[in-house]
């Protein structure tokens, strides 16, 4: 939209010619040009290639000369012609993979309620329980677990006690696009991956509770990495139009073999939504899943004895860190002369400044455990 010049070139990297239009805008040749590839294959088919047909080329561009134009541009054209003859030959295929997280968020038809995940990032394949709201989901290792974080985030609610199974299965690798699943039929093909990938799905086939939700992680360069589907009942359309049968043809139900009853749920006729993950444990709120001494500060206790100008802030900064419990303790309200250089603010004045910023923080960082006690 802000271009002022472009250019259309025909470049062939292998056997056939690929239309390339170039464009730069005023600030050029400060700023890089764009490159659109005009007859491209369909998005997700090549990696660093946006719907638009945007080349994303090497971010590590250091325009140090920028009057000489010819070399900067040979230097882009050679970018944008190696992105076009890697994806040719399919050489940059693993690249999907190693950026699985942003391209599984791309996909089309992917659902508008994202799924919060305290999991850990880890194999084995196994059985994990979520729990559904009407926006988004929460996944955990326990019901427990989820149960705390959803107190924590919104409040001590009867609903939350309770939250249904969920299969998680532990990739071997991260999956390509190619791989993503589009039916019941193409879970069951990855659950047979993994070691227990069967057993656990027939797990989740047994509670026979649609939609059946299926969490997929696998370890990258950049760690672990989630994704999630829905797996819904299977539709069959016969003679007499679309019906949903619970079982395989010719059982009745509750009597079909388990094995058999697993394949039917995870069929071909079973219809799948992609779900985007978004994780809220503590290993990637407090180091983004590289920092190797949040597993140790997720196990310390500390106690922040004097919760005033000094002390409050401190525990701030210990909940931010990582610190998986805090215990505050200071025996006075908080007045409006505290507001000015406390974490918490008028709408806690009045209240025991324990209280106020146990509350505060708790909800800002619901992984955490913390807790105010009035009192020296």
């Known amino acids: ?177 190619a791989e993503y699943p589009r039916s019941g039929a193409a879970l069951y093909g990855l659950a047979r991956r993994t070691p227990e990938g069967l057993q656990v799905l027939r797990a989740l086939a047994r509670e026979d509770k649609a939609p059946f939700p299926v969490l997929l992680v696998a370890d990258t360069d950049n760690g672990p990495c989630f994704a999630a589907v829905d797996s819904f009942h299977p539709k069959r359309i016969g003679l007499r139009g679309t019906s949903t049968p619970k079982t395989p043809p010719g059982f009745r139900p509750g009597k079909a073999p388990l094995d058999l009853q697993t394949q039917y749920i995870f069929s071909g006729y079973a219809r799948v939504e992609p779900r985007q993950v978004d994780r809220v444990d503590a290993a990637w709120i407090h180091g983004r899943g590289h920092d190797p001494r949040q597993r140790d500060l997720a196990g310390k206790h500390v106690i922040v004895a004097g919760c005033g100008s000094v002390g409050a802030p401190l525990a701030q900064q210990l909940a931010m860190a990582g610190v998986g419990r805090l215990t505050l303790v200071d025996p006075q309200n908080l007045v409006w002369a505290n507001i000015g250089r406390y974490p918490v603010g008028s709408k806690f004045v009045g209240r025991a400044k324990t209280k106020a910023l146990a509350e505060f923080l708790q909800e800002n960082l619901p992984h955490l455990r913390i807790d105010g006690f009035v009192g020296t």
């Open 1 to 177: 939209q802000d271009s002022a010049a472009g250019w259309s070139m025909l470049i062939q990297p292998s056997n056939r010619p690929r239309s390339l239009d170039l464009y730069v805008d005023s600030l050029f040749p400060f700023s890089r040009p764009s490159f659109f590839l005009r007859d491209g294959p369909e998005f997700l088919t090549w990696p660093h290639v946006e719907e638009s047909g945007k080349l994303c080329l090497l971010d590590d561009v250091k325009i140090r000369r920028p009057e000489l134009v010819a070399d900067f541009l040979a230097s882009e054209m050679a970018d944008a012609f190696r992105l076009v003859q890697e994806s040719e030959s399919g050489t940059n295929q693993a690249d999907f993979q190693a950026e699985f997280h942003s391209y599984w968020n791309r996909q089309p038809k992917l659902s508008d309620q994202p799924v919060y995940s305290l999991l850990e990032g880890r194999g084995p394949s196994r059985l994990v329980s979520l729990w559904r709201g009407q926006h988004w989901c929460v996944a955990g290792e326990t019901e427990d677990e989820i149960a705390r974080w959803l107190k924590h985030r919104h409040g001590d609610k009867s609903e939350y006690e309770r939250s249904d199974v969920a299969c998680l299965l532990w990739l071997p690798a991260p999956l390509l696009p």
